[in-house]
């Protein structure tokens, strides 16, 4: 199972949406300050079309700030993850080792990251309930066009399938920085706005046990990628 190369290219699936939204000019001003702010200027509407639309979320109005992890794929994510777990290192006045986030990996590490980056992806999807039999279907079907290996498609479906539980979810944050990157993702595919999510993203935060100053840090990094992919 080759889980970043599926990974990195469902996050590049999404570059030409992620034009589309370039294209419209949508302003975020008079929409709310910070990182719910600049989501809702990527767009009220669904995301359409592609295993990246289905996964982030098919619901009327929901909001698209993680198409900004279609920009660069897979190592854009780790490149902001990189750039909030140094920072918060240096506030910390923490002498530890650089952080070894996906961007900085070879292979065999880098596919841990993935997989359990793939699962916070599933997991923030599924955090507003939406996800029903026939869209996991359809989930599945567009996956088997990025990857059609047997046992890549018998493992979504089984993730697909799962009860939401953020502690079987944070189980997969082996490391700091796998924290890290999956809250990242989590939080550039929930809306903040939606109780359930925001409530699921908390939840997943306290499982990992990740520090609210590293949160701090992602939502800082993740609005200042969202206003540069703007």
């Known amino acids: 199972m080759n889980t970043k190369g599926l990974l990195d290219q ?11 939204v370039k294209d419209q000019k949508t302003s975020t001003k008079g929409q709310g300050s910070g990182l719910s702010g600049l989501m809702s200027g990527f767009g009220g509407g669904a ?11 098919s619901k ?28 918060y290192q240096q506030k910390q006045n923490n002498p530890a080792a650089e952080p070894q986030t996906i961007d900085r990996l070879p292979d065999a590490q880098a596919e841990q990251h993935s997989l359990a980056i793939l699962r916070a992806l599933i ?16 989930i599945n079907e567009e996956m088997a066009k990025l990857d059609n290996q047997q046992d890549t498609r018998q493992w979504l479906q089984l993730e697909l399938a799962k009860p939401l539980d953020p502690a079987e979810i ?3 944050a082996s490391t700091p920085e796998i924290a890290a990157e999956m809250y990242l993702a989590s939080l550039l595919v929930v809306d903040e706005q939606n109780y359930m999510e925001r409530t699921y993203l908390q939840e997943l935060a306290r499982q990992m046990r990740l520090d609210p100053a590293l949160q701090q840090e992602l939502y800082a990094q993740a609005g ?6 703007r």
């Open 10 to 20: 469902l996050m590049k699936s999404g570059d030409q949406l992620l034009g589309q």
């Open 47 to 57: 995301v359409t079309g592609g295993a990246l639309g289905l996964l982030l979320g």
């Open 60 to 87: 009327k109005g929901r909001k698209m700030g993680g198409k900004v992890l279609t920009y660069g794929g897979l190592a854009a994510l780790g490149v902001v993850a990189y750039k909030a777990y140094s920072a």
């Open 123 to 138: 997991g923030a999807a599924k955090s507003d309930g939406h996800i029903d039999e026939r869209e996991r279907q359809l």
């Open 170 to 172: 944070a189980s997969a």
């Open 224 to 229: 200042e990628a969202l206003r540069s992919a």
